[in-house]
Nanobody, 122 residues
């Protein structure tokens, strides 16, 4: 599986941005997907995950109520809608895939996209 993340950019604080992660290869609907982010000078951290069915989702406490993860298996794409963005959200965002359910532990993921930068101006 190859992953291509896109949609990053510059947004004002309080604004919204939508990220996409397109997957190549077959059997995308068997992969749990996750979004992770790495802020400058910090470790990469979990943001959100979604099961292969799209029914089960999980979020980091820091983004609950503001971010929404979703997927379209017909398009082999997972999305991350980010609302009410703030300076703490500035990071490179990565999508990742693993067979089975989506999980919070990045060590459990087998495939990673290249990352897309999100910048929030105050």
């Amino acid at each position: 599986v190859q992953l291509q993340a896109s949609g990053g950019g510059l947004v004002h604080a309080g604004g919204s941005l939508g990220l996409s992660c397109a997957a190549s290869g077959r059997s995308f609907n068997k992969y749990g997907m996750g979004w992770f982010r790495q802020a400058p000078g910090k470790e990469r951290e979990f943001v959100a995950s979604i099961s292969w069915t799209g029914v089960a989702t999980d979020y980091a406490d820091s983004v609950k109520g503001r971010f929404t993860i979703s997927r379209d298996n017909a398009k082999n794409t997972v999305y991350l809608q980010m609302n009410s963005l703030k300076s703490d959200d500035v990071a490179v965002y990565y999508c990742a895939a693993r067979l089975g359910i989506g999980v919070t532990d990045q060590r459990e993921y087998d495939y990673w996209g290249q990352g897309t930068l999100v910048t929030v101006s105050s």
